[in-house]
């Protein structure tokens, strides 16, 4: 019985209770914010809670430039998860296409997934990005009221999440049709939970090639609780980024001949450092101060590792600070798109920024 309440695992969690107890009062606003999108998304008030139709001439008109630091070389493209933050990556798709940069493969995770697919089956950013502001709610959120009413009866036997993401699948499916991973013309991969064996599985172009595009960028997001779970196989799989939230490895392993990468990370601090919690021990609940500590370490030294694989070869961007994913915040980000307009243009501002350094650097 002790060791189910009072194993290493089990104690993180009570930390997280308390820490989360110390911080209700600085974080009540940020939830009522989440409550008021969450209320929209699942239950839209008729007449009031309406789609934004968005202006979809974001980007400056076409501005060619030459990388002299790239100039040649073959770019592997790797984005952490983030939710709907990581639809910048759209602007940093614009930047290297303006820059003539060869994408030769991608390896996204999470809220990446869902934006860079479009661009590994063939479409441009700007088409990408049309795409993605075009959905209404119900296009891809599709909660399972009825899943959640029987769960109250069956002492939740059979509840595996909120929303099913049939929808999301469709949607997809419609935009993109059947295509398979193994012939799209940039090579994919996501990484994936196996839930029901707890391994995480790198699925892609090279690894599942039979696999349907939409299936896998509808797997890649299947967070638990949030989002039903997806079976491939024959088990339940969802979001690899509970595990690993910057999947380089598909990359290493498969795709010799990319010379370069461009990271993207819409998750954690710059370059993977920790939050800095220095003096904890002289505050009051000291240890429940620094808990947060322990609720990330494994997470963020995962992506670290991760990083390494690539670190001699390797420009990693920020797009969007990641205290603007924190908490709730990452569902908020997913189910209102509100925002969608300005994290596409700050992809683009500081992409375009970030590689004209990169060329300083070199004189």
Same mark, same amino acid.
């Given at each position: 019985?002790?060791s189910k309440?009072?194993?290493?695992?089990?104690?993180?969690?009570?930390?997280?209770?308390?820490?989360?107890?110390?911080?209700?009062?600085?974080d009540?606003?940020?939830? +009522?914010?989440?409550?008021?999108?969450?209320?929209?998304?699942?239950l839209?008030?008729?007449? /009031?809670?309406?789609?934004?139709?968005?202006d979809t001439?974001?980007?400056?008109?076409?501005?060619?430039f030459? &990388?002299?630091?790239?100039?040649?070389?073959k770019?592997?493209? *790797?984005?952490?998860?983030?939710?709907?933050?990581?639809?910048a990556? /759209?602007?940093? $798709?614009? &930047?290297l296409?303006?820059?003539?940069l060869?994408?030769?493969?991608?390896?996204?995770?999470?809220g990446?997934?869902?934006?860079?697919?479009?661009? #590994? #089956?063939?479409?441009s950013?700007?088409?990408? $990005?049309e795409?993605?502001l075009?959905?209404?709610?119900e296009?891809?959120?599709?909660?399972?009221w009825r899943?959640?009413?029987?769960?109250?009866?069956?002492?939740?036997?059979?509840?595996?999440?909120v929303?099913?993401?049939?929808?999301?699948?469709?949607?997809?499916?419609?935009? /993109?049709?059947?295509?398979?991973?193994?012939?799209?013309?940039?090579?994919?991969?996501?990484?994936?939970?196996?839930?029901d064996?707890?391994?995480? +599985?790198?699925?892609?172009?090279?690894?599942?090639?039979a696999m !349907?595009?939409? !299936? /896998?960028?509808?797997?890649s997001?299947?967070?638990? &609780?949030?989002?039903? =779970? *997806?079976e491939i196989?024959?088990?339940?799989?969802?979001?690899?980024?509970?595990?690993? *939230?910057?999947p380089?490895?598909?990359?290493?392993?498969?795709?010799?001949?990319?010379?370069?990468?461009?990271?993207?990370?819409?998750f954690?601090?710059?370059?993977?450092?920790?939050?800095d919690?220095?003096?904890?021990?002289?505050?009051?609940?000291? &240890?429940?101060?620094?808990? =947060?500590q322990?609720?990330?370490?494994?997470?963020?030294e995962?992506?670290?590792?991760? $990083?390494?694989?690539?670190q001699?070869?390797?420009l990693l961007?920020?797009?969007?600070?990641y205290?603007?994913?924190?908490?709730?915040?990452?569902?908020?980000?997913?189910?209102? !798109?509100?925002?969608?307009?300005?994290f596409? $243009?700050?992809?683009?501002?500081?992409?375009? !920024?970030?590689?004209?350094?990169?060329?300083? #650097?070199r004189?």
């Amino acid at each position: 019985m002790l060791s189910k309440i009072a194993g290493p695992f089990q104690i993180k969690q009570y930390f997280d209770w308390g820490a989360h107890a110390l911080a209700f009062g600085d974080d009540l606003q940020e939830d +009522l914010s989440f409550v008021h999108a969450l209320r929209q998304a699942l239950l839209p008030i008729p007449y /009031l809670d309406r789609d934004p139709v968005y202006d979809t001439d974001l980007f400056p008109p076409f501005r060619p430039f030459v &990388v002299e630091a790239l100039a040649g070389k073959k770019i592997g493209l *790797v984005a952490s998860g983030g939710s709907g933050v990581l639809i910048a990556t /759209l602007g940093v $798709m614009r &930047v290297l296409e303006e820059a003539g940069l060869e994408v030769a493969a991608i390896s996204a995770c999470s809220g990446s997934a869902l934006f860079l697919a479009p661009i #590994a #089956a063939g479409l441009s950013a700007q088409q990408a $990005m049309e795409f993605a502001l075009s959905w209404r709610t119900e296009q891809y959120i599709d909660p399972d009221w009825r899943g959640l009413l029987k769960a109250s009866i069956s002492l939740g036997r059979g509840f595996t999440g909120v929303i099913k993401a049939e929808a999301l699948e469709r949607l997809y499916h419609q935009r /993109l049709g059947g295509v398979m991973v193994g012939d799209l013309p940039i090579p994919f991969y996501a990484n994936i939970w196996e839930i029901d064996h707890n391994r995480l +599985l790198y699925l892609g172009s090279e690894t599942t090639p039979a696999m !349907r595009l939409a !299936r /896998l960028v509808r797997a890649s997001v299947a967070l638990p &609780v949030f989002m039903q =779970p *997806v079976e491939i196989d024959g088990a339940l799989c969802g979001d690899g980024g509970i595990i690993n *939230v910057f999947p380089t490895q598909p990359l290493v392993e498969h795709h010799p001949e990319i010379d370069f990468f461009i990271g993207i990370n819409g998750f954690y601090p710059e370059n993977f450092d920790g939050e800095d919690h220095s003096g904890w021990q002289d505050k009051t609940w000291s &240890v429940l101060r620094v808990s =947060p500590q322990s609720r990330h370490s494994q997470h963020l030294e995962v992506a670290r590792m991760q $990083m390494r694989l690539i670190q001699d070869r390797c420009l990693l961007l920020h797009p969007v600070p990641y205290q603007e994913i924190k908490g709730v915040k990452f569902y908020e980000q997913f189910i209102d !798109r509100s925002r969608w307009p300005e994290f596409i $243009m700050r992809g683009y501002n500081h992409t375009r !920024r970030t590689l004209a350094l990169l060329d300083q #650097a070199r004189t």
